[in-house]
């Protein structure tokens, strides 16, 4: 069980790292925006490319933290069913879910959204009518790195539910 517990955390490793990075990555998405907002208000110097780049850090930041909220059970539950349930029917509805269901569409993520990004990369493909930002393949390559990071991050918490199943004394910090 201890070693199960050793592959949960580093799966759940590369998740923490990006959601470090992502923390930083605030600070520069706050930057740009008061940039942006006090250059409209008080100097007439906005640009689309600006609000482009505040809706990619955005995004990025949103879809490389999946995997990290999931570890650390911060995403949205609907906990109306699940609070009168036992501990062990939410551990065994957590590892399905994972197994059948997050899984297999991130698989489908990684595959379709590699290439939609090799695509974008192939085309040089930028923002439409030339006035954004070019190279729309780096933002486009955050779907796929996040679907990545999104398993990694459910088989972590699946490896932990399947520990606290064996181990009664972990089922409540499991659920």
């Not at 393949?137 to 999104?150: F, R």
Request: hydrophobic letters at 55%; proline letters at 4%; glycine letters at 8%.
């Amino acid at each position: 069980m201890e070693r199960l517990l050793a592959v949960s955390d580093r799966l759940a490793g590369p998740c923490r790292v990006v959601a470090r990075l992502c923390g930083w990555l605030l600070l520069v998405l706050m930057a740009v925006i008061l940039y942006d907002v006090i250059g409209r208000r008080f100097f007439s110097t906005g640009s689309f490319k600006l609000q482009e780049l505040e809706w990619h850090i955005h995004g990025a930041i949103a879809v490389l933290c999946f995997g990290y909220a999931y570890t650390e059970n911060a995403h949205v539950r609907i906990d109306l069913f699940s609070q009168r349930m036992n501990p062990k029917t939410r551990l065994w509805i957590e590892i399905l879910a994972v197994a059948l269901l997050l899984i297999p569409f991130m698989v489908l993520l990684v595959w379709y959204g590699s290439d939609f990004a090799w695509r974008s990369y192939t085309r040089a493909e930028g923002s439409p009518g030339g006035v954004g930002l070019p190279n729309r393949w780096i933002i486009k390559s955050a779907i796929p790195i996040g679907a990545v990071l999104t398993i990694f991050g459910g088989l972590s918490v699946m490896l932990r539910a399947i520990v606290a199943l064996k181990r009664p004394d972990l089922v409540q910090e499991m659920v």
